[in-house]
């Protein structure tokens, strides 16, 4: 043989070969392969999980944010509707005081004429009175010429004493 080649020996080689490789493949490369598999089932079923839990918080985040705007407007309404109250309650008060105003006004004006009256009558009674008074003085007294003569005569004699 030249280069003292052992075809014997190169075929059981090949044969060790194959028998390692096919061994090797069935212990380690298809365990490492299936390992590798779940794994990356279980990588696939975590970013499917987190996709759907993102996709959850989304909706929900988007019914918060709907929800969120609905209280929004519900306080805008609530404002709206307390300060029409209050505007309406304050008008009610105010209406109330300018009806007692009017009502005050109304009183204090009858009073007024009714003491006006009162005064008026007070007065003719006192001019009534007064005019008797006077009347009857005027009466019982001499007439004020005779009064005048009386008095001119008596002004003589007291200047000639």
């Given at each position: 043989?030249?280069?003292?080649?052992?075809?014997?020996?190169?075929?059981?080689?090949?044969?060790?070969?194959?028998?390692?490789?096919?061994?090797?493949?069935?212990?380690?490369?298809?365990?490492?392969?299936?390992?590798?598999?779940?794994?990356?089932?279980?990588y696939r079923d975590l970013d499917r999980q987190a996709q759907d839990k993102l996709a959850e918080a989304e909706q929900v985040q988007a019914s918060y944010l709907n929800k969120l705007a609905g209280a929004d407007q519900e306080i805008r309404q609530s404002r709206a509707r307390a300060q029409q109250a209050v505007q309406q309650s304050a008008q009610e008060q105010l209406d109330q005081a300018e009806a007692q105003a009017r009502q005050i006004v109304a009183h204090a004006r009858a009073e007024a004429d009714r003491v006006k009256e009162q005064a008026l009558r007070d007065s003719q009674m006192e001019i009534r009175k007064l005019a008797e008074t006077a009347a009857k003085q005027l009466a019982l007294r001499k007439d004020p010429f005779d009064q005048f003569l009386d008095l001119?005569?008596?002004?003589?004699?007291?200047?000639g004493e």
């Open positions: 043989m030249p280069l003292n080649i052992d075809w014997q020996q190169i075929l059981l080689h090949w044969m060790n070969l194959a028998i390692l490789t096919g061994g090797l493949y069935f212990l380690l490369y298809k365990p490492v392969k299936q390992f590798m598999a779940k794994r990356e089932e279980y001119a005569e008596g002004g003589g004699q007291h200047e």
